[in-house]
């Protein structure tokens, strides 16, 4: 890409890539994304580098990158593949801490909460029997914490079982995994026109750098063109996420 093409990256492009990337090489997996988002990245990702994913309606059919039907997948099947960890999950977090655990339940105490959110749902399930990633529009001290107030998605100090995985975090500002010998938490790349002192501030809780942080990588041409012709040509993506 030249440098021109270069700087007119939106951030929310940026994000789109980062999302994409989770899947790649995940091979005949369900891509389960969960927002607009990692929507627009699992598409993209089935369309460039992930050609073998599998794409849901969010009910019974397997359809394409532009939503068409191209099987049918029973809730029986879909169960077997959940428990079987041929499924990638992407979802949101209220909040999360530096081993990966996630809350989407409640914020304060359970017994008396200050806010009562989705609730636990299928956050456990998801978490201990496929791999599941994070997608975080807003990266904050709030949803970053030192300790969430409820566990519903499991991380790595307290997994069970052969399928538990997160394989990575993208956030508005960065891209985070848990690739540490303890599965802490890691700084991957910051998005252009980021901080790594910017993203420290926004979390709760110190974060493992690997010497220089760099910048998430760039779109191609092609990927720029099927994101803002092909996959996301009404915008929706910059309404979620602004520079």
């Known amino acids: 890409m030249t440098t021109e093409a270069t700087t007119a990256v939106s951030r929310a492009e940026y994000c789109v890539i980062a999302c994409a990337e989770a899947w790649r090489d995940n091979g005949e997996v369900l891509a389960s994304p969960m927002g607009l988002i990692p929507s627009l990245g699992a598409r993209l990702a089935k369309r460039t580098f992930s050609p073998g994913l599998l794409l849901t309606d969010g009910e019974a059919l397997l359809?394409?990158?532009?939503?068409?039907?191209?099987?049918?997948?029973?809730?029986?099947?879909h169960l077997?593949?959940?428990?079987?960890?041929?499924?990638?999950?992407m979802m949101g977090a209220s909040q999360i801490d530096?081993?990966?655990?996630?809350?989407?339940?409640?914020?304060?105490?359970?017994?008396?909460?200050?806010r009562q959110l989705l609730g636990v749902r299928g956050a456990p399930v998801n978490t201990l029997n496929n791999p599941v990633s994070y997608w975080i529009p807003k990266h904050s001290t709030r949803v970053f914490v030192a300790r969430v107030d409820m566990i519903c998605g499991v991380g790595y100090d307290h997994a069970v079982g052969p399928y538990h995985?997160?394989?990575?975090?993208?956030?508005?500002?960065?891209v985070l995994d848990f690739e540490t010998p303890d599965h802490a938490m890691r700084l991957v790349s910051v998005h252009p026109?980021?901080?790594?002192d910017e993203v420290r501030a926004a979390t709760g809780f110190e974060l493992v750098t690997d010497g220089d942080v760099p910048d998430?990588?760039?779109?191609?041409?092609?990927?720029?063109?099927?994101?803002?012709?092909?996959?996301?040509?009404?915008?929706?993506?910059?309404?979620?996420?602004r520079a």
């Open 63 to 77: 359809v394409g990158p532009d939503g068409e039907p191209e099987g049918w997948l029973p809730y029986r099947r």
């Open 80 to 89: 077997t593949m959940v428990t079987g960890g041929k499924r990638h999950v």
């Open 98 to 114: 530096r081993y990966g655990n996630q809350n989407i339940s409640c914020i304060g105490d359970w017994e008396r909460p200050a």
């Open 165 to 174: 995985r997160l394989p990575r975090v993208v956030t508005d500002l960065a």
């Open 193 to 196: 026109g980021v901080t790594v």
């Open 216 to 241: 998430t990588r760039e779109p191609t041409a092609a990927e720029l063109r099927l994101i803002r012709e092909v996959i996301d040509p009404a915008g929706l993506r910059d309404r979620e996420v």
